[in-house]
């Protein structure tokens, strides 16, 4: 229960961006922006997943 509540933050500014694009795409509108904030996020993601992984190995190993 605990770790949902504080993983629930994290997924709000991509659902706000990618229902942003899909709303943008039905209105016929670019929606390049949105599709490049949701590649940063996914690049940020991926570069902090080997350290955050390590750190949690190292915690359940104690």
Do not use: C, H, N, T
């Not at 016929?28 to 350290?51: N, R």
């Not at 390590?54 to 190993?61: N, Q």
Request: avoid cysteine; glycine fraction near 4%; charge should be negative.
């Amino acid at each position: 229960m605990l770790l949902s509540l504080l993983i629930l933050p994290l997924y709000i500014p991509i659902l706000i961006f990618a229902s942003s694009a899909v709303s943008q795409a039905q209105a016929g509108l670019e929606i390049d922006a949105q599709l490049y904030f949701l590649g940063a996020i996914l690049v940020m993601s991926l570069m902090v997943a080997p350290f955050i992984s390590a750190l949690s190995l190292k915690i359940s190993l104690e």
